[in-house]
């Protein structure tokens, strides 16, 4: 890439004129004395005070928050944790020569705030050596967008020993990097992080930043041809979503207070797996929209091309094979590439991070599936995405489709309401897969659900924004909860006497993925319906994954609007007696078979340990992060909690029907819950092993 040379002939020329010593190494992993030291000064001052950011701080003094009102540089003077990518003089300079300004007075004061809030990312202090773990910084900036990152190795000759090595720096939205001599530059309330240029955003949708894209171009052809690029561009941000119609409250669980916040806007995002048009001919034959629709047409079937081009119209229709290969391929939800998957809680040594999304082939679900078990990864690249990969742990050794984390070229991929990858090939919906994909245990987040959860960055990034301008000091920026009324999230109702509350990410809390549901009603009556994700038609046992505690209440689950099993009983009381649950013991007194014939009468009675590969952090004084001391969620009952599965119902499941789930309240006295962790699709062949066959495990 020319614009990457060229970003090292600077970075090394830069740093032989100021005389910077440099490490021999390819890690900027460097030790404490190496870091600049703290001056006492907060940020707002650090940036005003200092000649070389004194455009930028008057662009930032420039930019204010027309609905509350907020001065930025304010803001960076209270304490917390930021992170600013300062442009240098120099760089504001360029900015405003091709922009066409005279002068920073001269920039429009909305476009102020956009340029200021996209340097500055609050919630979090990061140092260089954080960026190694990322192809995008996983808390968004103030402009509520990621900024992408890429690393690169640059030659550096030592002016003593003339030796030659290499260090490693980063670039920004592929247009600023770091200036590596000035890098991590501590301030009170944060860390400067200076660039030598403005960083770029694009506010192009998504399919359109995908026609810039030449490598791409027949799934983006297409995507227009199907109408899938259509439905991007026209769903940004919902204009009727009024946040000021709503208040943030403090709800009472029956074990602690949660601060709930109200979302403050609600925006739309996609995600595209592209497959480019070299892999597209290779491996398919692929080579224009005709063959691609053959191609379809072989997996879902359908009406001949020669049909479809009488009535192009056709190929938009939601059971035309096309659509259907190109919707299954595209996801309704900005999935970034850190975050489609999540290691909280997860022992990503014996598991592979999975998540289970529905994609926009109406009623079909996509598995997506992070490498960390050694054992697992076969002809995979470790800690790389996969769409559709196999349950090798039973057997089954489908590679499934690569998910490159990077784009090749220089091609932005993060767009104003999306962002797209480029992959090693198709997933589809057909036969093949159905039956071996989804011929495994699925455990969905309930985060999962909810497209509103990710393309509102509401676990990932924004929570800390949301906080830290909020001005309540009870609010601590561990904690950020939601609140959802009716009407925010789709396909969601909540009865009036109900709160459905999200309560955000520790590895902690005893919850799947260090978040958790909970539906709360002061008048001890709610009732809430969602949809269920969409999977093969088949058996199936549905399960609930929660946490059983004092603070929970009773509760009636529904399939399609029809009672299932009896009422759910979540509390502790009794536990042990009504559902047959045991501890392991620590001097292995228990034989195996007795441990065998212990969990066989606890499934018989409906309920399930919770998963082995899930544990939480347990220990005053552990910060999230520590993972010194783990416990296991197969026995965990510290505190008199158990976290536990239960089998709601065993059905048989339509996939071209979308089934729904309701939770409504049986008895709910004194500020109890309901906890809505977790599910699990268990199919028949999983569940109902017996004898010589692959039994389901603990896992």
């Known amino acids: 890439m020319k614009k990457l040379k060229n970003l090292y002939i600077g970075l090394v020329a830069m740093m032989a004129s100021t005389g910077v010593m440099l490490i021999s190494s390819c890690s900027d992993d460097m030790p404490a004395e190496s870091y600049y030291t703290f001056t006492g000064e907060m940020m707002s001052d650090y940036l005003q005070n200092n000649n070389d950011y004194s455009k930028f701080a008057a662009i930032i003094n420039r930019a204010k928050d027309s609905k509350r009102g907020v001065n930025l540089m304010d803001l960076l003077s209270v304490r917390g944790q930021f992170t600013c990518f300062a442009p240098t003089n120099a760089a504001v300079e360029k900015y405003l020569s091709q922009n066409g300004y005279a002068s920073i007075d001269d ?14 990312v609050n919630g979090k202090a990061y140092n260089t050596v954080d960026f190694s773990n990322y192809t995008s910084l996983p808390m968004v900036n103030m402009n509520d967008r990621y900024l992408t990152i890429r690393s690169y190795k640059v030659p550096v000759t030592d002016g003593e020993t003339g030796s030659t090595d290499s260090i490693v720096n980063y670039v920004f939205n592929r247009s600023g990097e770091i200036i590596f001599s000035l890098r991590n530059d501590s301030v009170e309330n944060g860390i400067v992080q200076p660039v030598n240029a403005v960083l770029s955003v694009s506010n192009q949708t998504l399919p359109d930043l995908m026609l810039e894209n030449p490598d791409i171009s027949l799934f983006v052809e297409a995507m227009e041809a199907t109408g899938i690029s259509s439905i991007m561009r026209n769903k940004i941000k919902d204009a009727n979503w009024d946040p000021d119609l709503y208040e943030d409250k403090s709800i009472y669980s029956g074990s602690q207070w949660d601060y709930c916040h109200i979302p403050e806007q609600k925006k739309y995002g996609f995600t595209a797996f592209a497959c480019p048009n070299s892999v597209l001919e290779e491996k398919y034959g692929i080579t224009d929209v005709e063959s691609f629709y053959n191609y379809a047409r072989k997996i879902y079937g359908g009406d001949t091309w020669e049909t479809v081009q009488a009535n192009p119209d056709k190929l938009k229709e939601w059971r035309n094979p096309l659509r259907r290969l190109i919707g299954y391929n595209c996801l309704d939800r900005l ?17 592979n991070p999975t998540e289970w999304y529905s994609t926009m082939d109406s009623l079909t679900t996509i598995k997506v599936e992070r490498l960390t078990v050694p054992q697992f990864i076969r002809e995979g690249k470790r800690n790389d995405i996969y769409l559709n990969r196999g349950d090798m742990r039973r057997g089954d050794n489908t590679l499934g489709i690569h998910v490159l984390s990077e784009v090749e070229g220089d091609y932005e991929n993060s767009a104003l309401n999306g962002v797209y990858y480029t992959t090693d090939g198709l997933a589809d919906y057909g036969k093949e897969t159905k ?39 009870d609010i601590s920026v561990a904690s950020p909860n939601y609140w959802f009324p009716n009407g925010y999230l789709d396909n969601v109702k909540v009865n009036e006497d109900g709160t459905f509350l999200f309560q955000s990410q520790h590895n902690t809390y005893w919850s799947y993925e260090g978040d958790e549901f909970n539906l ?14 969409s999977v093969p038609t088949g058996t199936y046992q549905i399960r609930l994954g929660f946490c059983a505690m004092a603070s929970r209440g009773i509760c009636q689950f529904y399939l399609d609007g029809v009672p299932k099993n ?61 993972e010194t001391v783990q416990r296991s969620y197969f026995c965990n009952n510290g505190g008199g909690g158990y976290t536990v599965r239960t089998v709601l119902c065993t059905e048989t499941l339509d996939e071209n029907v979308q089934h729904k789930v ?10 109890v819950v309901a906890m809505i962790d977790y599910i699990e699709i268990v199919p028949k062949s999983v569940y109902g092993v017996e004898g010589e066959g692959k039994a389901e495990d603990d896992y």
Do not use: Q
Not at 526 to 531: A, E, L, Q, V
Not at 662 to 671: E, F, L
């Open 435 to 473: 039956e071996h994909i989804f011929n495994t245990r699925m455990r969905m987040d309930l985060y999962t659900f909810f497209p509103e959860m990710m393309n509102n960055t509401i676990r990932d990034g924004r929570t800390a924004n949301k906080i830290a301008e909020s001005n309540n000091p």
């Open 107 to 120: 920039i429009p004061v909305d476009i102020c705030d956009t340029l200021a809030r996209t340097h500055l």
């Open 566 to 626: 009896i009422p759910l009983d979540m509390r502790n009381t009794n536990f042990v007696d009504r559902t047959g649950w045991f501890a392991l013991t620590v001097d292995n007194s228990r034989t195996d078979e007795e441990t065998e014939a212990a969990k066989k009468n606890m499934h018989n009675l409906g309920w399930y340990h919770g998963p082995r590969s899930v544990f939480n952090i347990v220990g005053e004084g552990h910060e999230d992060g520590d």
């Open 335 to 351: 999935g970034v590439y850190g975050n489609l998957t999540t290691i909280c809680t997860i022992d990503t040594k014996v598991v």
């Open 520 to 533: 709360y009603s002061a008048t001890s009556n709610y009732d809430i319906t969602f949809n269920l994700p």
């Open 662 to 671: 309701r939770i409504k309240s049986v008895w709910a006295v004194g500020d």
